[in-house]
């Protein structure tokens, strides 16, 4: 977890120009591939080739769409988006994966094709300079464009960035097979249009699975969790922090709630300093703004209720499922318990509210006893 020492829209704005700039690098050596690869494959008869260059012209592509879609997810909120337009920037890498898919789907088409109809091919000096060239060309750019990806955390740029690798393990095949044929005569070369565009299906894929999962809510990262966890839990007052939830609107763009766990001494007033002030460090720290925190008491008054909290606690550990107890109050007066258990995807919550319920109110059947199931949702 780093710092966010520098203002949060400078830190946008660096980060928007850095996927601009790589974006664009990807877009000039892709355009010149395209052009060399397109050459030497009308003149050589190497459908590989020209499949390949294709393929360098669907990258440039990708290119232009991951501008594109960085340039909408800057946009400033407005009335209708009053969360800003980050989740433009998934969108685009959707896009960007559709156009890989429909790129090797045409290759594999085209490839089956010279199959059934084959045709000679002539490869020259020009054909294996060029290919050897493409090689480290978009090895070198896609480790550059890949690194640059993870380093801001945008899809599109780690899916462009794969991709160009893929390209390099292309451009090595296409090689190979020419190098078979000068030397052997054996014309591989619209097999390897076959394997190329398996792979390119392929990455294209999982590209569009990976960003799919941004859409629909992966589980936060378990580093940025504990991370706003243990931020909270250095305030001497608060004893745990609980029901942690990130909400994300683009990439590095989270708001979130958190519930802390208080001694019942505690006045208004000094819940809301501290409130704000958790909220105000996380947000300095991590970027994370926290909308909304909530608060559970824990009796520090009453050695009864700490009697009964220990008890109730070996209840739900008895069970796998039960993941942990906390927000835990008891008035041992008017006979009423709260508590909230979290509970794994492995049982059905209404189903293990009920049984912790019943086995509680075995031990303690003169109390109304409110028991609320939380979701595993953040480690």
Not at 137 to 147: N, S
Not at 151 to 165: E, T
Not at 179 to 186: A, D, H, N, P, R
Request: aromatic share 8%; net charge negative; charged share 20%.
């Amino acid at each position: 977890m780093k710092n966010t020492n520098m203002n949060v829209a400078d830190a946008v704005d660096n980060r928007n120009h850095v996927i601009v700039r790589t974006s664009i690098i990807g877009i000039v050596a892709n355009l010149l591939l395209a052009g060399f690869k397109a050459l030497v494959g009308l003149l050589s008869g190497s459908i590989a080739i020209i499949l390949d260059a294709v393929n360098n012209l669907s990258d440039a592509l990708s290119s232009v769409v991951t501008i594109i879609g960085t340039k909408l997810a800057g946009k400033m909120p407005d009335k209708e988006h009053p969360m800003g337009h980050g989740r433009a920037e998934y969108l685009s890498a959707l896009l960007v994966s559709a156009i890989i898919i429909y790129a090797g789907l045409t290759s594999l088409n085209e490839s089956i094709l010279k199959i059934i109809h084959p045709s000679e091919v002539q490869y020259e000096t020009l054909t294996l300079v060029v290919l050897i060239a493409a090689i480290f060309v978009k090895f070198f750019l896609g480790r550059y464009v890949k690194a640059t990806g993870e380093k801001v955390n945008s899809s599109a740029l780690i899916a462009s960035g794969a991709d160009a690798s893929f390209d390099a393990i292309i451009s090595t095949s296409v090689l190979a097979s020419a190098i078979i044929y000068l030397v052997f005569g054996v014309s591989l070369e619209a097999w390897v249009g076959v394997l190329i565009s398996v792979i390119i299906v392929k990455a294209g894929w999982e590209m569009m699975s990976d960003t799919l999962d941004d859409i629909l809510g992966r589980r936060p990262d378990r580093e940025l969790t504990v991370g706003i966890k243990r931020l909270i839990c250095e305030e001497p007052e608060v004893r745990g922090a609980y029901d942690l939830v990130l909400n994300n609107y683009g990439p590095n763009k989270f708001f979130g709630s958190v519930h802390v766990e208080l001694p019942d001494t505690m006045t208004v007033e000094e819940v809301d300093v501290i409130t704000r002030r958790i909220q105000a460090k996380v947000f300095k720290e991590t970027g994370v703004v926290l909308s909304g925190v909530g608060v559970y008491s824990y009796n520090t008054k009453d050695d009864e209720a700490a009697r009964i909290r220990n008890r109730v606690l070996e209840i739900v550990k008895q069970h796998d499922w039960a993941l942990q107890l906390h927000g835990f109050y008891v008035n041992t007066e008017t006979k009423e318990m709260r508590f909230d258990v979290v509970l794994s995807f492995e049982i059905n919550h209404t189903e293990g509210v009920e049984i912790i319920h019943n086995q509680v109110l075995v031990e303690y059947p003169e109390y109304d006893i409110q028991i609320a199931a939380d979701v595993d949702v953040a480690d």
